[in-house]
């Protein structure tokens, strides 16, 4: 085949996968390319989340636990309950939710695909309380509803001319195939996640205000939270790295909050 057929092809390929291969992510509607399926992605995921535990301490600060437990339990319900309203149940099937604390000073906290949280140690302080951890937990779970590790996974597919789904990928390169799920899912790096996109990062931040006022937060804690992150103005780049900064996020959480207290009841 000489390069105009190939490129021919490509577009073809390119036009299928996109008319076929689409998702609707929950909450903004957003269009998103979708070429793996959840029952393969997620088994993966939770055999990694249970490498991660066993390489690492759980905290043992009681206290905390307990509050990211039940914050996450919180935010599980509201998600089912939203997605259940909106007729999206079938997106949370295979779910297995799991919420821990770990022991680590690095500020951070993550969602693999399935509902797999993980918080460490080094956040709590800056989440101060309930409501803080609120904030941090409908922001990763809206990460992992909104499928942005199975988006990526299957824009990483298609960049690496791996296309006609996941098994077509495994069959033509298993190797590469092996390497971008597990990169997509945040799988393999010492923080836990890679970085998400600028749309990513907004969607989950306009997705995690929504799913923690129907668990009862008020989202005005949102832009607190990040206002405290950025205090000092010394971000470690671990999260920096992971995240854009604080400021941008503060604009855009405050013209959000109309539209989550809509979902907001006090006293939940
Ligand atoms: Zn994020």
């Known amino acids: 085949m000489n390069k105009t057929m190939l490129k021919k092809v490509a577009i073809v390929w390119l036009t299928a996968l996109f008319i076929y291969g689409c998702a609707t992510v929950p909450v903004t509607g957003r269009k998103q390319l ?30 905390w636990t307990r509050m990211v437990k039940q914050v996450g339990a919180k935010i599980q319900v509201a998600v089912e309950t939203y997605m259940k309203e909106k007729g999206y149940s079938d997106h949370l099937n295979g779910y297995e939710w799991e919420f821990n604390l770990i022991e680590s000073e690095v500020i951070n906290a993550w969602c693999m695909p399935g509902g797999k949280v993980a918080f460490y140690t080094g956040i709590m302080p800056i989440c101060e309380d309930e409501a803080g951890v609120a904030v941090v937990m409908g922001h990763e779970i809206a990460h992992a509803v909104a499928n942005h590790g199975r988006e990526r996974m299957s824009e990483g597919l298609v960049a690496n001319g791996l296309l006609g789904g996941l098994s077509a990928a495994v069959g033509q390169n298993p190797t590469l195939t092996q390497e971008i799920l597990m990169q997509s899912a945040g799988i393999g790096t010492q923080l836990g996640m890679l970085s998400f996109s600028r749309t990513h990062e907004s969607e989950a931040d306009e997705i995690g205000l929504i799913f923690m006022a129907i668990a009862g937060y008020d989202p005005h804690e949102a832009p607190e939270f990040w206002k405290r992150m950025d205090q000092g103005g010394e971000l470690p780049p671990e999260f920096l790295s992971t995240h854009p ?23 939940n």
């Open 245 to 267: 900064h604080p400021a941008t996020r503060i604009k855009d959480l405050e013209a959000q909050i109309p539209e989550a207290m809509k979902y907001y009841k006090e006293g």
């Open 34 to 63: 979708n070429l793996v399926s959840n029952e393969e992605i997620l088994p993966m995921s939770f055999q990694q989340y249970n490498e991660v535990l066993k390489e690492s301490k759980l905290s043992q600060n009681q206290e």
